[in-house]
């Protein structure tokens, strides 16, 4: 039993991360029998699930103790710093992956003991693939020379593609794209979880990866090591980080594009019933 905490703005608007992960948790834990309350103290567990001002408000009148604050907070800002200044103000703060994780730790200083990682769940897809196109080339704050280097790439190959822009479609789109086309050619940036990236992986699409390695938004002072897909292993598909190395791994790719089980590895590590699992062993453990 868990409290819920988030203003109605952040369900409005359109579809995104912090507005799938309330929508994901929710459906989530009612389909595994969980009882949650939304901005009501009911139970000995509260999950402030975006932390700002209006968060910062309710936690104030929370024992906090019983509070576990994320995957929605911003280090850099005040309410952000108010936490990391405050351990003692918390129980846990909750982060989406491993490398949001050794940002806390490296760059701020907050003990690994006050910090649990728990991605939101990913919904089983039940796309029926009816492929029409080779590609489905899906970028996401990389370059426009990077993106044509990318559709340079499948040209060569006479490879046909359509191209998705983050934030130019709509969910039904997005769904009639995904279950057309034969793999994805991410041209992606750092990823703190990636809920569009595993959706993509749960429809079953094998996965070439022009991936990140480092996050540097906030300058070279918080730089640290990340990823376009913090969720992998080999049987996703490829990934390769320089433009040299694109052509022998797309090679190595799509020489063995039916042997890869993305959507395998989703139901293992991000399905909805292993979410409510992680998520429960972090509020049972304190």
């Not at 990236?197 to 730089?223: A, T």
């Amino acid at each position: 039993m868990i409290n819920l905490w988030y203003e109605d703005k952040d369900i409005q608007g359109r579809m995104n991360g912090p507005l799938k992960v309330i929508l994901n948790l929710k459906e989530s834990l009612e389909m595994y029998g969980i009882q949650y309350s939304i901005n009501d103290n009911l139970y000995n567990k509260n999950l402030l699930l975006h932390y700002d001002l209006n968060g910062y408000k309710k936690h104030e009148n929370l024992d906090h103790d019983s509070c576990f604050i994320g995957p929605q907070f911003w280090p850099f800002d005040t309410y952000g710093r108010f936490l990391i200044d405050n351990p003692q103000y918390y129980n846990k703060l909750i982060v989406p992956s491993q490398w949001v994780k050794d940002l806390l730790i490296l760059k701020f200083g907050v003990s690994e003991s006050k910090i649990s990682i728990w991605p939101v769940g990913i919904k089983e897809s039940k796309l029926h693939r009816d492929i029409k196109y080779d590609c489905l080339l899906y970028s996401k704050r990389r370059s426009q020379l990077e993106v044509d280097k990318a559709i340079e790439l499948l040209e060569r190959n006479n490879l046909s593609y359509n191209i998705v822009s983050y934030g130019t479609y709509s969910e039904s789109n997005f769904e009639v794209i995904m279950s057309q086309s034969r793999f994805c050619f991410l041209v992606n940036g750092s990823e703190s979880q990636g809920i569009a990236v595993q959706e993509m992986m749960s429809s079953g699409l094998p996965m070439f990866v022009w991936d990140v390695n480092e996050w540097n938004d906030q300058g070279e002072e918080y730089k640290v090591k990340c990823s376009s897909v913090p969720y992998w292993d080999k049987n996703c598909g490829e990934k390769f980080f320089y433009e040299y190395e694109m052509d022998e791994t797309f090679s190595k790719f799509y020489d063995k594009i039916s042997s890869y089980s993305p959507k395998e590895f989703i139901t293992r590590n991000l399905s909805y019933e292993r979410s409510v699992q992680i998520l429960m062993e972090i509020l049972n453990a304190n």
